[in-house]
């Protein structure tokens, strides 16, 4: 029995399939994914939108997608990073930033072969404007619980033990000293009291303010009420309040004022 | 239950079929050079080699159906000098808290392999005829890397371990004369038991020559 012709076609065509399909080569650029950054938006003074994209997920299916960001240059993938297993070709991270910075935002896809990073994109967070306070206030002058004061000093103070946070303000008037603890120096925006400073956010995101009114007694001001806080040009502040609240026995009364400290 | 299977497979492959194989009457020689195409994804890591094999082989010549025995080596090089990897670092409840980059470098990838084929021919009586075939193959693999995590760990190891392999083929076979006969075709070896990440499969084009003494 002789091999026929036909068969004598086929066999080289199907070891030439063969071979051709055995020999497609898997390069790091089909492997690995690829990302960019696709939008980066600031959506209050302190929060941005990052929004990266798979432009492709390589050899395998996309695992995770995240983000990094610093104010290097060439953040690493490690540098405040925020991932998601999600698989979709956007993905969406919202982030707390400081104001008066510039930061560089990559964005990365993993699947089972590697990891790929985008380029990076940077973003500048402005300084905030000074805050605009709903009431007319008189500099240096607080009125307590009805009786109109003339602030002696306003201070920036560094000699203080801060309650909360790590940095003070003092207004001193009468015989009342008045504290304002804040995390870090505040910059220019509207601060909410916080009766319980241990309560500050956990993310220390800054827009608390603990306050405590010092005569004979100790008040601590009450939660809810807004501090403006204004950054002067020779770098003091002033902080303005146009009713904070405290409890004098069963009674709740108010302060209302402004002070420049230095 | 993986190292029974395996320990059954060496048993087979180094006792049983061996002692069939050398009592038959004939035995005949045979040298092997193939060259191995790492299939997806291990095309990605390793490039193309030559692999080289001694057979063993039973039967005459002209035997619809063969059996015998090869040995081999083949040293695969790395596609990179470093491959970027990434491992999820997880809490003590599993989820997910950080994703570390890392690289991979290996230094070693080599293949040591046993194994046994059956052959057949559907026609004897011509200078050229088709040949199908199973290859069964044990490998031992001896692996060498340096894998960093950023930030987490790094590790420097060399380590051996097994594999498990079926290699369908096709192939010409030329009858040079009543003692010799060269083969040439395509395997495509599947790794289906055994490795650590994924198992080594790959295509083999390959060539061989054989000698068979007369009965």
Redesign the interface.
């Known amino acids: 029995m002789g091999i026929s012709k036909t068969k004598m076609i086929i066999l080289p065509f199907c070891l030439g399939v063969a071979l051709i399909s055995g020999c497609k080569k898997l390069a790091q650029n089909d492997a690995l994914p690829v990302v960019s950054i696709k939008s980066v938006v600031l959506t209050s003074k302190d929060t941005a939108i990052i929004t990266g994209t798979v432009v492709n997920q390589g050899a395998e299916a996309i695992q995770y997608e995240g983000i990094c960001y610093g104010i290097d240059s060439m953040p690493d993938m490690l540098e405040n990073q925020h991932f998601i297993n999600s698989g979709q070709t956007n993905f969406t991270f919202s982030v707390k930033l400081k104001t008066d910075s510039t930061y560089f935002i990559r964005v990365f896809a993993t699947n089972s072969y590697g990891y790929a990073l985008s380029r990076p994109a940077s973003i500048h967070v402005p300084h905030q404007k000074p805050p605009v306070v709903p009431c007319s206030l008189t500099d240096m002058q607080i009125i307590d619980n009805g009786t109109r004061y003339t602030v002696d000093a306003g201070y920036i103070d560094p000699y203080n033990t801060v309650n909360y946070g790590s940095w003070q303000a003092e207004a001193d008037y009468g015989s009342v000293q008045m504290f304002f603890d804040f995390w870090g120096r505040p910059a220019n925006g509207a601060y909410v009291t916080q009766v319980d400073g241990g309560q500050f956010s956990t993310d220390h995101s800054g827009i608390e303010v603990y306050v405590q009114k010092t005569d004979f007694n100790v008040y601590s001001m009450q939660s809810g009420d807004s501090v403006y806080v204004t950054e002067n040009p020779d770098s003091s502040l002033s902080l303005s309040f146009c009713g904070m609240h405290y409890s004098i026995g069963p009674s709740t009364v108010s302060v209302i004022g402004k002070f420049t400290a230095n | 239950m993986k190292k029974l299977f395996l320990c059954h497979f060496v048993w087979v492959l180094g006792v049983i079929v061996p002692h069939k194989i050398f009592a038959q009457a004939t035995l005949g020689l045979g040298f092997q050079a193939s060259y191995v195409?790492p299939?997806?994804?291990n095309?990605?890591y390793y490039k193309?080699a030559p692999n080289f094999e001694l057979m063993i082989l039973s039967g005459d010549i002209d035997d619809h159906f063969r059996v015998g025995m090869q040995f081999g080596y083949c040293s695969l090089k790395p596609?990179?000098d470093t491959?970027?990897?990434?491992t999820?670092l997880r809490d003590i409840s599993g989820r997910?808290y950080?994703?570390?980059?890392g690289y991979n470098t290996v230094s070693i990838y080599d293949i040591y392999s046993a194994g046994f084929d059956f052959e057949y021919r559907?026609?004897i009586?011509?200078r050229?005829?088709?040949m199908v075939g199973l290859d069964l193959y044990y490998y031992y693999i001896y692996y060498g890397s340096n894998s960093v995590v950023?930030?987490y760990s790094q590790l420097e190891e060399q380590i051996g371990f097994q594999e498990l392999a079926l290699a369908p083929k096709?192939?010409?076979t030329w009858r040079i004369s009543d003692n010799w006969q060269m083969n040439g075709?395509?395997a495509?070896n599947w790794g289906f038991f055994g490795g650590v990440d994924n198992t080594l499969s790959?295509?083999k084009?390959f060539i061989n020559i054989e000698f068979v003494p007369d009965n």
């Open positions: 195409l299939a997806i994804p095309n990605y193309p596609t990179q491959f970027n990897t990434v999820v997910p950080s994703v570390n980059p559907p026609v009586d011509t050229f005829t088709p950023e930030n096709i192939g010409l075709g395509i495509y790959y295509w084009p």
